[in-house]
Every structure is written in C-alpha cells, then in structure tokens.
T-cell receptor, first 115, second 112 residues
Framework: AQKITQTQPGMFVQEKEAVTLDCTYD???????LFWYKQPSSGEMIFLIY??????QNATEGRYSLNFQKARKSANLVISASQLGDSAMYFC????????????FGSGTRLSIRP | EAGVAQSPRYKIIEKRQSVAFWCNPI?????LYWYQQILGQGPKLLIQ????????DSQLPKDRFSAERLKGVDSTLKIQPAKLEDSAVYLC??????????FGNGTRLTVT
C-alpha cells in the first residue's frame, strides 16, 4: 500500500530564514513521482515542485528545492529565504506510476512565517 | 491557458438533500480527479477518470456519491442523500499523463 507521512502538523519560522518541511513515503513501485503543493487560506492548491524517482539530481524551482533521499524514502521541501506570503498549508503527494497516475496526499504541514 | 473551473463556489444544504458539483478541466487534459478535503486533512481521492472512463473509484461511497464525465470533458459529482460528515471542500483537478495536477478553486459544502 502507498502512504505519505508528514509528521509536522505546524511550524513557525522567522521571515528570511530557511525552512525544511518533512515528508516520508512508502511504496513498492519502482517508479514514482513526488510532488509538493501549497494551499493558502483562500483554498486553492498550487503546484510547487516535482521529483521523479529516477531523477539523478534534486529538483529546484526558484526558492523551492526538494531534498530527495531515495534510500530513506524521504522527499523534504526546503524553502530558502522565507517570506510572509509563504504562510500556508503544504502537502506532499506521491504518484506511483503503475497506478495509472493515482496521486495520494499527506496530511499537510501548516507553515507560519513571523515578521 | 484557462485553469480548472468549478462551480458552485459554496453550497449549504440540509442533511438528506441532494447536491451536484460541476467541473471543467483544462483543455486537452485527459485525466480528471475529484478529491474530498475535510477541514484540517489532506485531499482524499474520490474518483479518477481517464477520458470518460473510470480509472479508480475505490474510495467513492457509491451508496450516496456518483460521478460522470460525459464526452470526456466536463464532469459532475453528485451526493444524494447528503450526510453531516460530507461537509468538506470538493476539489476537481486535471492533468496530462503523469504530470502535476492542476486544481480548481473547489466547492465548499456545508451540510446542516
């Protein structure tokens, strides 16, 4: 069975500091994709970053990077130089490629940025 | 490109009533998903369509929930009869094969 675990229900970070949001996963599929989404208080789900299981390098998108450790089955999101607008819920998600792209989500981490 | 469109944005109904949600995916996206997000939780997949065929509906409560995607484009999710525990945000998403999901703004359902 596939599972995504986010162990940090909430985090507080000072503005301009870097923050790491944890995500571990479990799957028996050899090929899969990992995603991070941001959900502000307005409710929309915003795609942030993607990592494929066979990608050799960690994904980066602007201030977002994904610390992918395949052997440990972890896919942590790193946000550099945090901004007040980064305050939101963050969800880690996984898509095992054998499951016709079924995507499952973790329970989320609420990130609050302090000015 | 236009995003995923959902309506209505909000809906309040009494228990045992019926309700329907509509979704129009991004043009060209063959895969369409309906997720249920209960307050404080991550989205839970209800049903996944590939064109107009159902790929996965294992977590859809079929005694009260139904969904269809006629002609492989728009989709409708219906609840009949609604229960209090159905109060949630219903998110529609679409994607190309193995690409990130693009979500609509969701429909916030309150069942009283």
């Amino acid at each position: 069975a596939q599972k995504i675990t986010q162990t940090q229900p909430g985090m507080f970070v000072q503005e301009k500091e870097a923050v790491t949001l944890d995500c571990t996963y479990d799957t028996s599929d050899p090929s899969y994709g990992l995603f991070w989404y941001k959900q502000p208080s307005s409710g929309e789900m915003i795609f942030l970053i993607y990592q494929g299981s066979y990608d050799q390098q960690n994904a980066t998108e602007g201030r977002y990077s994904l610390n992918f450790q395949k052997a440990r089955k972890s896919a942590n999101l790193v946000i550099s130089a945090s901004q007040l607008g980064d305050s939101a819920m963050y969800f880690c998600a996984m898509s095992p490629y054998s499951s016709a792209s079924k995507i499952i989500f973790g329970s989320g981490t609420r990130l609050s940025i302090r000015p | 490109e236009a995003g995923v469109a959902q309506s209505p944005r909000y809906k309040i109904i009494e228990k045992r009533q019926s309700v329907a949600f509509w979704c129009n995916p991004i043009s060209g996206h063959a895969t369409l998903y309906w997720y249920q997000q209960i307050l404080g939780q991550g989205p839970k997949l209800l049903i996944q369509f590939q064109n107009n065929g159902v790929v996965d509906d294992s977590q859809l409560p079929k005694d009260r929930f139904s969904a269809e995607r006629l002609k492989g484009v728009d989709s409708t999710l219906k609840i009949q009869p609604a229960k209090l525990e159905d109060s949630a945000v219903y998110l529609c998403a679409s994607s190309l094969d193995r690409s990130p999901l693009h979500f609509g703004n969701g429909t916030r359902l309150t069942v009283t």
